[in-house]
């Protein structure tokens, strides 16, 4: 299988601080990934190196088969799909939902005369009735809840037909039920066979979906532990990347996870 994404000895510095460190991971065609880690860890800095937004300082990365570096990344970017809140920030809150999705397909965060192909506006349509935004198509961007947010930028992540998808913490600030309802919704993302290879961000093991395969565990800029989900995901594991103790469990092909009680 070929390598989606490659890095090696991956260091990003910043005012001296090394913000990754020497972090080396690959991701095979197909992987669903989860990058967990408590706040600071790298997380988004390694998103956006592998989103060929970030150069590192150091170390080598190969995306989609292209070396970074070697590569014109205003071709490479269409080839990833990436959703963050960083980048809803840049989205007009004036544009309506269909827009938001259908500008990407250009290219675009906001939608200028230029006109749509009618197979666009049907893949758009397609993606957003996927995620459940079947009813809010006419709705202005900036008046969708946090949850309705989220998965409009899902759906516009998946327009350029991206080889890799890139979220970044798709659940934040989601309500119990707007997490269950993503989880489900990424969970079926994560069992299609035709969908892009995934990465997902987040805090927390409740929100990683059925069909995830691999878990990256990263603190202070350092990878702790990469590998398949099942044996990656150990309390041992996640009480050192967390920094206390932890006791993490499987139920079904969910995960929980909670602190110890002081003694
Ligand atoms: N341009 C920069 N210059 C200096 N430090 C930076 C810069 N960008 C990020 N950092 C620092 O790098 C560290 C890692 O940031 P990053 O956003 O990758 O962490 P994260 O794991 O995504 O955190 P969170 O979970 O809080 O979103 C943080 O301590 C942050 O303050």
């Known amino acids: 299988m070929s390598d989606v994404l490659e890095l090696v000895d ?11 460190d020497k972090v080396s991971w690959s991701i095979a065609e197909g992987e669903r990934w989860v990058i967990l880690g408590p706040n600071g860890a790298g997380k988004t800095t390694l998103l956006n190196v592998a989103s060929s937004y970030l150069f590192p300082t150091s170390g080598t990365v190969q995306i989609l088969g292209e070396k970074l570096g070697g590569v014109d990344v205003f071709e490479l970017r269409p080839r990833i799909g990436m959703a963050s809140s960083a980048l809803a920030d840049k989205l007009s809150r004036r544009q309506t939902v269909l827009s938001t999705v259908l500008t990407a397909a250009y290219g675009m965060t906001a939608g200028w005369q230029e006109s749509y192909e009618a197979v666009d506006e049907q893949r758009a349509r397609a993606f957003l009735d996927r995620l459940g935004m ?17 998965r409009t930028q899902i759906a516009r992540a998946l327009m350029t037909d991206p080889e890799l998808l890139l979220l970044d913490e798709p659940a934040a600030g989601l309500d119990l039920g707007g997490r ?19 990465v997902m961000v987040t805090h927390h093991v409740e929100e990683i979906a059925p069909g995830f395969t691999h878990v990256l565990l990263i603190r202070g800029g350092r990878v702790l532990a990469a590998g398949p989900v099942e044996d990656t995901l150990t309390s041992a594991q996640l009480s050192r990347c967390f920094g206390l103790p932890l ?17």
């Open 134 to 150: 079947n009813d809010l198509l006419d709705r202005r961007f900036g008046t969708l809840s946090e949850g309705e947010r989220k």
């Open 10 to 20: 991956v260091s990003v510095v910043r005012e001296g601080r090394a913000l990754l």
């Open 180 to 198: 269950e309802d993503l989880v489900r919704r990424l969970g079926r993302l994560a069992r299609d066979p035709y969908a892009p290879s995934m």
């Open 247 to 263: 006791v993490v469990e499987r139920q079904g092909d969910r995960w929980t996870a909670r602190g110890l009680p002081l003694t």
